[in-house]
């Protein structure tokens, strides 16, 4: 039993701004909040390769099809980090995906809705993406080691998708004028999404409490979600996007952009697995995980018998 | 048939086995068994689609017609296209997928070892950057050809039917016709006959090791050098010329 004393000596750690590494002691909720925040984002990572996947076989030229290959790669290359992360906490791969196909493990809401048109994949990558790195350049302090390393390291990677899906945004609104009608829809159809993203609003958000004391969040989601904006109305006036909110203005005394209402009703609905796509993401993954069980029934047979042939010989 | 004429059917025919086949891998992402081979296998996708833009731009340099890759790539119909019957076939279970790979691998690891002394010094280059990757196809479509093979009762039944299956199409890859022979004389092409034999030993020794059995000798289709494909072409290139085709006025 660990006693107030430990955890006194825990939280101090924290406010010292150090790192918490996976043998060090570490309360249990800190522990349970952990694994529920970096398996929801691996999942997330994992389950995002099947809207962009949708396009990978009608991606129109030799460079867009490498360039959105490459990223998906490096989305499900994230998703092995932070499958690793998230065992350093006590966890396997294997009970991981398991929560996910039980509904108890979540991932991101918003690859519940569809990738339409080419035009999405600029989408995704710059808004989606966009948001994602808001979020993760943020949490590269945060306070275990192992996740704020992973951070570190994916957080080079998304910079760049943000860029390439900027480029196509770019690209299709230079293009012709059917081009433009997708780049707008697709626009339209992934603006609120990502702002959704960040979760709810401060006042309404039940896990940020512990996990600003714990270090692990450094900044509210609202806070988050207005950087987000900030950055990206100015992106989308360059290239002529319209921002699919008539309330949207600048704030001179703020100095920053203000938004109409975002719809949470939506939100939940979507969340509680009513969005377009919720079925068809997990029915896909969990479709092709058991089509894959006798790949791995076979490798993991195949070591154990190297290994007793091995032992044979020595 | 003009030097010319064999050279530009020769670069679409080697840029076509590599784009048809990265399409194809292309198909599992999302769907491996775990995620590594997910990524293993996108990788490769991505070697042949790289692959498949240098060749086919080449190919457009030499038909000097002022064409680009992509207009190779999305703009030809069927009959324009002339990769290997093999690499059009379905992944099938990942067990087919693996068996393509290991007949596929093995052929271009000769065909490309000896691509790289080509006096042709553009298909050379393209050769020595592609044996880096092949070699590492070849290693893993073998390593998994063994384990399947020596795995469970499941996994080599799967591998040998896979094995089986595919083995009408690995004639077509050993198939010379005047492109080659006129390309051959002058030290530009690859000669097919003695990568035969390369090949089948090869083949052999990783089945042996996979405790799975070669299949004999039989009737192999052909085809795809005359632009006579199965019907998976088609479907393949409806997916892929989709936005080019739907929107032939747009750049992307
Ligand atoms: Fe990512
Ligand atoms: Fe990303």
Sequence with gaps: ??????????????????????????????????????????????????????????????????????????????????????????????????????????????????????????????????????????????????????????????????????????????????????????????????????????????????????????????????????????????????????????????????????????????????????????????????????????AEAYKKKRLAKQLEIA | MTQKEALFQYCLRLGDNALILGHRLSEWCSRAPFIEEDLALTNMSLDMIGRAQALLKYAAEVEGSGKTEDDLAYRRPEPKYFNHLITEQPNGDFAHTIARQLYISTFEYYFYSDLEKSKDKTLAAIASKAIKEVKYHLQHAADWTIRLGDGTEESRNRMQKAISDLWMWSGELFEMDEVENSLLKDGIAVDLIPIKALWSNHIKQVLTEATLNMPEEDYMQTGSRKGIHTENLGHILSEMQYLQRAYPDAKW
């Design chain 1, 1 to 298: 039993m660990h006693n107030e004393h430990t955890n006194q000596h825990f939280q101090l750690r924290i406010d010292n701004g150090e790192y918490i590494e996976a043998k060090d002691y570490m309360p249990d909720g800190y522990r349970k909040h952990l694994i529920r925040q970096i398996s929801q984002h691996a999942h997330s990572e994992v389950i995002g390769m099947q809207p962009e996947g949708n396009w990978i076989t009608r991606a129109p030229s030799l460079r867009s099809k490498q360039i959105l290959l490459a990223k998906i790669q490096d989305e499900g290359g994230h998703g092995l980090y932070l499958y690793s992360a998230a065992e350093t906490l006590g966890i396997s791969r294997v009970e991981l995906i398991d929560q996910l196909h039980s509904g108890k493990a979540k991932y991101s809401n918003i690859f519940n809705y569809p990738a339409l048109n080419w035009a999405d994949i600029g989408a995704i990558g710059w808004l989606v993406d966009g948001a994602a790195i808001v979020n993760q350049v943020s949490l590269q302090r945060t306070s275990y080691g192992p996740y704020s390393r992973a951070m570190v390291r994916i957080c080079k990677e998304e910079s760049f998708h943000q860029r390439q899906g900027y480029e196509i945004m770019a690209n299709m609104m230079k293009g012709t004028k059917e081009q433009r009608e997708m780049a707008q829809d697709a626009m339209n159809r992934w603006w609120w999404p990502a702002l959704m993203m960040f979760g709810p609003h401060d006042t309404d958000s039940p896990h940020s409490s512990d996990a600003v004391k714990w270090k692990i969040k450094r900044e509210t989601n609202d806070e988050l979600r207005q950087k987000f904006i900030d950055k990206t109305v100015q992106q989308a006036e360059i290239i002529g996007l319209t921002i699919p909110d008539k309330d949207l203005k600048f704030n001179e005394k703020t100095g920053h952009y203000d938004i109409g209402k975002i719809n949470w009703d939506e939100f939940h609905r979507v969340i509680n697995g009513n969005g377009p796509c919720n079925k068809q993401r997990m029915e896909h993954h969990i479709k092709y995980h058991n089509e894959g069980a006798w790949v791995r029934e076979a």
